[in-house]
């Protein structure tokens, strides 16, 4: 099966950056999409960026010119480059993949890493 594992969430200051990464595992599986999303607590989850192996990285208004997405195929994983952030960036960052094994498409979550802006 697939299993989806976020990491490199951290309490920062305003201004400062951090580089999430969102890990697929499972045999035989190959990542060809990956999309990072964000949530609070009583609050809707936000789409924030999405990577897929052709096209152009594309990112919700709130995170453009300061967040940066890319993926690697090869490795089946994808980082999320967060720089200038915000106290309005805090929140748990979600990715889910879209994998292939054969004919089979898995789409898959994570369970989060949390992401802590505040001075």
């Known amino acids: 099966q697939v299993q989806v594992e976020e990491s490199g969430g951290d309490s920062v200051q305003p201004g400062g950056s951090l580089r999430l990464a969102c890990v697929a595992s499972?045999?035989?599986?190959?990542?060809?999409?990956i999309h990072w999303f964000r949530q609070e607590p009583g609050k809707e989850r936000e789409w924030v960026a999405s990577w897929s192996e052709v096209g152009t990285p594309t990112y919700s208004d709130s995170v453009k010119g300061r967040f940066a997405i890319s993926g690697d195929s090869a490795k089946n994983t994808g980082y999320l480059q967060m720089n200038n952030l915000k106290s309005e960036d805090t929140a748990l960052y979600l990715c889910?993949?879209?994998?292939?094994?054969?004919?089979?498409?898995?789409?898959?979550w994570g369970q989060g890493t949390q992401v802590t802006v505040s001075s």
């Open positions: 499972g045999i035989g599986i190959r990542v060809y999409g």
């Open positions: 889910t993949v879209r994998a292939q094994k054969g004919f089979t498409v898995y789409d898959r």
